[in-house]
């Protein structure tokens, strides 16, 4: 492998050409009109436009991407996240075409895309399962049937789904048939593919996830957890590893759970198996992600293993570089997705330019980010801009060394979720670890931020204050003798 094309923008698209940078592989970056200014297009070896800036007009181009991997002589295309990275589609054209996609297969995607048909793949291997059903449900009858057997509240997901799109609580049977129309009509509008079923809604559950990695040899390996429950709209803002409430044994069967997934599939390449936890620590099979995670850098952090290198030589048909035995948890890593989002309002999304843009600095600390001072952020993609991550000894280290991170982070110009993390993890719920994936509907209020603000800019008018009346006590006449008395000399008189 001598070439990759990044198949992505933003921070992801650093983060990949800084390994293939390290592993002495050239890179080709790939941009829509918006992202021409990017660091990640100049970071790279050589970059070619592909469109718009929407991304049906650009970077969901599979074809042109491919087209621009054949003209630069690329020998491989890595997705990163989100756009073509879960398209089994694109997996098949690649391998179609002789470039190595840097991911799993057209078979693992498909399987796994379909949470029902990925269910029906665990199930037998006795990866525990959330009540519910195995196959799309047909009919309303059908539906409540159902629902009557297992009881309310249920919960009804598009099986194509992500990102709580095509996703309905019900909570009786008489607002069931409309809940059920309004998620098929999101899950084809979202998907194409208005397929629905049903399971048992676990109320308050811990969303963890197990990363793993597996080559084309058969060997795979786990490398622990990731607790995700700090979530607005179904979607991550703060991650950890490893989790503050599982014990040895639960995470040892949580991994092996997460292997025999990967197995019921044929999987190599990184991937991650998510799990709802309740409060007795029942574990329930969720779905598998067939791609790198956003918050995969927690676990590089408490492992030391590069799992984009991993990626790497395992699309090389290599085997993996590390064993089970190898693998140990050093100390605590947190990360704070940092979003072009208003906390104070239902956390919208922001755009503007980024007036000041200075990251933080210092030990055990890393930002993954694509921007720099003096850009725009654009309206055309998701709204985080940096990853904020920490690494310490423990826990409560590394809460200090994140707060510590978010207040040298300093952002003018856009709205962003800084003073929600320092809030968050400040906060008696997740400083003790009982927390669930409803902890901004049960703890958070704008106002909290609105007087932590008021309350620091209380403190910087004092401070400015304070220097304003000692530069103007400075500026008054002095005598002689008071200035030479105050540099310590001794006036002699004449």
Known sequence: MQKILVANRGEIAMRVMRTAKEMGIKTVAVFSEADRNMPFVRYADEAVCIGPALSAQSYLRAEKILQVAHDTGADAIHPGYGFLSENASFSKACADAGVIFIGPSEYSINMMGSKIAAKQAAKKFNVPMVPGTEDPIETVEEAKEIAARIGFPILIKASAGGGGK???????????????????????????????????????????????????????????????????????????????????????????????????????GAGTV???????????????????????????????????????????????????NDLKINGHALELRVCAEDPLNNFLPDTGKLEMYQPPKGPGVRVDDGFEQGMEVPIYYDSMIAKLVVHAATRDEAIERLCRAIDEYHIKGIHNTLSFGKWAVRTEPFRSGHFDTKFIENYFKPEYLRSENADQETVAALLATAIWEKDRQAEKPQSMATVAAGNGWKMRRG
């Open 166 to 268: 095509g996703m309905r609580v019900v909570e009786n049977m008489e607002s069931l048939e409309e809940q059920m129309r309004m998620a098929r009509s999101e899950a084809m509008s979202a998907f194409g593919d208005d397929a629905v079923f049903i399971e048992k809604y676990v109320g308050a559950p811990r969303h963890i996830e197990i990363q793993l990695m597996g080559d084309q040899h058969g060997n795979y390996v786990y490398l622990f957890e990731r607790e995700c429950s700090i979530q607005r709209r179904h979607q991550k803002l703060i991650e950890e590893a490893p989790s503050s409430c599982l014990t040895p044994d639960i995470r040892k069967a949580m991994g092996e759970s997460a292997v025999a997934v990967a197995k019921s599939c044929n999987y190599y």
């Open 274 to 324: 998510e799990f709802l936890v309740d409060e007795n620590l029942n574990f329930y099979f969720l779905e598998m992600n067939t791609r790198l995670q956003v918050e995969h850098c927690v676990t590089e952090m408490i492992t030391g293993i590069d799992l984009v290198k991993e990626q790497i030589r395992v699309a090389r048909g290599e085997k993996l570089s590390i064993t089970q």
